[in-house]
């Protein structure tokens, strides 16, 4: 009998044992499985906006101000240029969150095979597989550049005519050699997802809005601005009339959360003016902020060359 | 293994031959079943953490390819300082490569050159390769204009 109980209690207390380290194992495993998805989400987010905005203010080699640009295109890069210029950061009431849209070279360029005979005569590519019919297109020959709409591709041959352009004759009859690129235009903002949360969302050129990552509780976007005067970097949210184009680097700022509730108490993150917040449910939080250098910002440059007194911005 | 199992059982027999087990066995049972779950406990732990290193290694790689496509941009720029490319030059190795273009244009003044530099940074699998291209102006000195990376 005593052995009998002795060996009931015994089983108890190891049934016990087991069953709780079953339980800790299950909530640890939820738990990790739940920061590894956010992680992996970050990981991924970071990729493709810091892939996507390294080429901002790509001009190949004309190195004079975007300004000087001779635009032509009706698209809807040459109609609103100052997307050109700089990321336009816009303020939206859906979760307090901005919206950004730029323009980036994502492709590889081709060359001009030979001169062109007048200043609106097709343009003979050596290779056209990167540029698509109804894409804006940037060219130069260092010292002049022109951006216009492609109305039509045949065997490499470009066509730029009057219907999608202010003006089919370019600025000049571009030598053989000069650089062409095809220009993107690329979207990102949070919105309601597939999974009915809010998540971050992807869009290039006329294409359909795409959920890059779920789960995004905001996406804050700030645009460092360099001070010739003091020589300082501030940052902003907008940056207003950008007649000089000093943007240098982009702050980005997302809150990301686990799908479902998962912690036992409310946790603390750190919110995007740097304060820690209390959030709201039980739902795991992440917050990350990540600067993205813009290469092709002239100070970048001036500091590579050890000359941070240069002027950011080109002539 | 079943062999060995047997061959002691019957060496250990012979050498101290217990009483009749009057025991059911259902402790040993338990203490199976316990080891069971734990280990498929264990073993579900294992492939969660293999699972999240290899997409920790996949993302770390992909910064690492793209460190040495940069590497390789930064030693393409110190061979184009060192020597004059006349029309392409290529180099390359395990890990990265790189190739110079000479471009046809030419700027306002004639001293002025421009280069087209491709570098590619690769991983040990070759999984991952990362595409960087930038020109570089060559008068007084060689300065980088523009950078981009490809997809």
Not at chain 1, 233 to 253: C, G, M, P, Q, W
Not at chain 2, 21 to 31: A, C, E, M, P
Request: a positive charge; aromatic letters at 8%; one cysteine or more.
């Amino acid at each position: 009998m005593v052995q009998l109980l002795i060996s009931a209690m015994l089983g108890l207390l190891l049934s016990t044992a087991v069953l709780s380290t079953v339980i800790a194992a299950i909530s640890s495993h939820r738990l990790r499985h739940v920061t590894e998805t956010v992680q992996e989400n970050i990981a991924l987010a970071e990729y493709f906006i810091t892939k996507d905005m390294s080429a901002i203010g790509f001009k190949s080699c004309f190195e004079k101000s975007p300004l000087l640009i001779n635009n032509l295109s009706k698209g809807p890069i040459g109609s609103q240029f100052e997307v050109f210029l700089s990321p336009l950061v816009t303020k939206n009431t859906y979760k307090k969150s901005d919206s950004v849209v730029f323009t980036t070279v994502a492709n590889a360029g081709s060359e001009l095979e030979g001169d062109m005979a007048t200043v609106h005569a097709q343009l003979d590519l050596v290779s056209s597989d990167q540029i698509k019919k109804g894409q804006e297109v940037f060219i130069t020959n260092c010292d002049r550049a022109d951006l216009f709409k492609v109305t039509d591709i045949s065997r490499n041959r470009l066509s730029h005519d009057y219907s999608a352009n202010s003006d089919a004759n370019l600025s000049l009859s571009y030598p053989q050699g000069s650089l062409v690129y095809p220009l993107s235009l690329i979207y990102y903002k949070i919105a309601r997802g597939a999974s009915g949360q809010s998540g971050l969302f992807r869009k290039v050129d006329g294409k359909q809005y795409q959920e890059l990552i779920p789960n995004v509780a905001q996406f804050r976007v700030e645009l460092g601005v360099y001070n010739t005067q003091d020589k300082t970097l501030k940052y902003a949210s907008t940056a207003e009339k950008l007649v000089n184009i000093d943007v240098v680097s982009v702050r980005i700022y997302l809150l990301l959360s686990s799908a479902t509730p998962v912690l036992s108490e409310k946790m603390g993150f750190k919110s995007f003016t740097g304060d820690i917040v209390k959030a709201k449910d039980l739902r795991f939080y992440k917050a990350f902020s990540i600067v993205i250098a813009l290469r092709n910002a002239d100070y970048l440059y001036n500091i590579e060359h050890s000359d941070v007194t240069g002027k950011p911005l080109a002539s | 293994m079943l062999i060995i199992y047997t061959i002691l059982n019957i060496v250990m027999l012979r050498v101290s031959p217990l009483p009749v087990n009057k025991q059911g066995g259902s402790f040993i049972l338990l203490v199976l079943v316990m080891t069971g779950f734990l280990a498929g406990l264990s073993l579900l732990g294992f492939k969660n953490t293999i699972q999240s290193s290899k997409l920790t290694a996949g993302f770390i790689n992909n910064k690492l390819v793209f460190s040495r496509a940069q590497a390789a941009m930064n030693t393409a720029q110190t061979h184009l300082e060192n020597t004059k490319t006349q029309h392409t030059d290529i180099k390359s190795s395990a890990l990265s490569s790189y190739m110079i273009e000479k471009l046809l244009l030419a700027g306002a003044d004639t001293n002025t050159q421009y280069y087209r530099v491709t570098t590619k940074g690769f991983d040990q699998e070759g999984l991952n390769v990362v595409t960087i291209q930038a020109i570089i102006r060559e008068s007084d000195q060689l300065v980088r204009v523009s950078w981009q990376q490809l997809p």
